[in-house]
């Protein structure tokens, strides 16, 4: 049975700023001990580790070593953009959107999993409203949210009830 009295040990991707910065915040406020995961330097007193999420090696390295001091649930923030015409993006740029985005999602949970399935823990990523609808001059980040959806529904089909995983679409924001 899960431990609902503390959230414990919650890995933040993205923690730094944004969603995830409000994420860190509402873990601590509720008792956890967030866990920060970010390209940028958090500022914040919680631990926080410099990971760039389009280095799959690195961040499953990273997320490796976080773990070993135990891990409750991981949270999935980390998000970027590249706007414009598909044609006007430059593809490295266009792919580093989806490496972070969804590769780096599935990254930090594939390293996360035999942690977080011992300690009966979760998984929560976070996707878009553009993971459901399409806008023009967003096709990186359209496709990127469309698959961390996909993801999030494979997942859950293939793990059940040993790892849940709840997929959050946030739309509009100011972050």
């Known amino acids: 049975m899960p431990n609902t009295t503390s959230l414990g ?28 995961m970010d390209l940028n330097d958090s500022g914040s007193d919680h631990p926080s580790y410099c990971v760039d999420l389009a280095d799959t090696a690195l961040t499953q390295s990273m997320v490796s070593y976080i773990a070993e001091s135990g891990l409750d649930a991981v949270v999935t923030c980390a998000a970027i953009d590249s706007c414009g015409p598909l044609e006007a993006v ?23 999993m035999p942690v977080l399935m011992a300690n009966q823990g979760r998984v929560v990523t ?7 609808r399409a806008l023009p001059d967003a096709t990186a980040y359209c496709a990127s949210k469309f698959g961390v959806i996909g993801l999030s529904r494979a997942l859950n089909a293939e793990l059940g009830a040993r790892l849940p995983v709840t997929c959050v679409m946030p739309g509009g924001m100011r972050t």
């Not at 409000?22 to 873990?27: E, R, S, Y």
Request: charged letters at 15%; glycine letters at 14%; zero cysteines.
């Open 90 to 112: 430059k593809s490295d740029d266009w792919e580093r959107v989806i490496q972070v985005n969804l590769m780096g999602t599935a990254a930090v949970i594939r390293a996360a």
């Open 126 to 132: 976070v996707a878009s409203t553009l993971g459901r």
């Open 9 to 36: 040990r919650v890995l933040v991707t993205g923690g730094a700023s944004g969603l995830g910065a409000a994420v860190v915040d509402a873990i601590a406020q509720a008792g956890g001990q967030p866990i920060i």
